[in-house]
């Protein structure tokens, strides 16, 4: 089955402590990228990568890392948490080929005290 | 900056009622615009891509139509049941860029 899985869904941290949120697909897409959803916010978009070793900032990048190693994989790293980014994280990906419709992960809800 | 901006925020209707959602961008110069609906809590279903060469999508009851030039969308969603209520995010990819940009969505009650 196609999809974009991600790992944790949910997810208590505390303020400091590093952690990854990663993002897998198996439609050999080129184009991933992350997205936080706030209330009143909406969606915005965080990092993507047009291909492997390739990443570029979208609207809100601070506090994030990403990396791009393997093609199916797009882990977002948070070095050093913060309760400004206790969030509703989505993964997408997308083939270049197929007119950019994006196909979106579960989420992951993270909250950080 | 793209900015992409949905009116009605909500929207409450009877079953069986024919309705249109919007969905406006600020730069007409994109490549595609997508319609996702959100389920409370989960992800987002892709609904409709319509390409900047193509003036509609259809699939189903819903049918999307694209006006570049004046930097509109439209989703129409025909004979609306409960099922259907959810919301609804339409997005905008940039000619000139990889950014994707939402609009802030239109939550949609469809009553029995």
């Known amino acids: 089955e196609a999809q974009v899985t991600q790992n944790p869904r949910y997810l208590i941290t505390v303020t400091g402590k590093k952690l990854t949120v990663t993002c897998s697909q198996n439609?050999?897409?080129?184009?991933m990228s992350w997205y936080r959803q706030d209330p009143g916010l909406g969606l915005r978009q965080i990092y993507y990568?047009?291909?492997?070793?390739?990443?570029d900032k979208g609207d809100v990048p601070e506090g994030y890392k990403v990396s791009r190693k393997e093609k199916r994989n797009f882990p977002l790293i948070l070095e050093s948490p913060s309760p400004n980014q206790t969030s509703l994280y989505f993964c997408a990906s997308s083939g270049l080929g197929e007119g950019k419709t994006q196909y979106f992960g579960p989420g992951t809800r993270l909250l950080v005290l | 900056k793209q900015e992409v901006t949905q009116i009605p925020a909500a929207l409450s209707v009877p079953e069986g009622e024919n309705l249109v959602l919007n969905c406006s961008f600020t730069d007409s110069a994109i490549y595609n615009l997508q319609w996702f609906r959100q389920d409370p809590g989960k992800g987002l279903t892709s609904l409709l891509l319509i390409q900047s060469s193509q003036r509609e999508q259809t699939s189903g009851r819903l049918n999307a139509s694209l006006d570049k030039s004046s930097g509109r969308s439209t989703l129409y969603i025909a004979a609306s049941q409960p099922g259907d209520s959810a919301t609804y995010l339409c997005a905008v990819f940039l000619d000139a860029g990889n950014m994707l940009t939402f609009g802030g969505g239109t939550r949609l009650m469809v009553k029995p």
């Open positions: 439609m050999n897409h080129e184009y």
């Open positions: 990568s047009m291909n492997v070793e390739v990443t």
